[in-house]
């Protein structure tokens, strides 16, 4: 399920009617529990039921999802020797991918414009952050993946079920359908 986008290559589609190599780097990811993490890993576990998709992360034991690959950098490192090793990982992964999806984080900004600069792929940058403005190379990125995504009016945080409540089966169907139209949006 591929849809014809003109902000990938040209022969994107035709190249991959298959699954995909996917390769999400990202800032946070569970056991963190801000928005972007919950976000990350429901993207990961959806993609992954009709793609290969790898998580390059900054974490310490990563919570893991069936069917998906996590490459975790310590988060309790010094921060510049963090980074480099989170470049040198992208660098070594980023060969055997067929798109990179990088959310917005300082932290993965630097690394994701350094490499994306010495190998040529798709890249789509998520800015799911919105609180924090976009750095130089946030700005960069954005232009260089010339696709806007908009989370503004989506809901893709799963509805709660509380106790002593009716199911809020209207909350989920359109949860359903945020996240479906996100995908289609995404891939």
Partial sequence: ??????????????????????????PLYPPD????????KELAGRLSKDHVVTILLYGYLPEEVRGVKTISI??????LLRVFLFLKSLL??????????????????????LAVHTRKIPLIFLPYDTQSPLSFFGRRLQEKSKQ???????SLTR????PFQEYPAD?????EHDWESHLATLI
């Fill in 33 to 40: 529990t801000a928005l972007t993490a919950q976000y990350v």
């Fill in 1 to 26: 399920m591929i849809a014809e986008s003109p902000y990938l290559y040209p022969s994107f589609k035709v190249l991959y009617s298959e699954a995909m190599r996917i390769l999400i780097a990202t």
């Fill in 159 to 162: 509805p709660e079920i509380l």
């Fill in 171 to 175: 909350a989920f169907r359109a949860y």
């Fill in 92 to 113: 070594k992964t980023l060969p055997q991918q067929d798109l990179l999806l990088t959310v917005n984080g300082r932290s993965v900004e630097i690394p994701v414009f």
């Fill in 74 to 79: 310590d988060k309790r490192k010094p921060v």
């Fill in 148 to 154: 806007n995504i908009s989370f503004k009016d989506l």
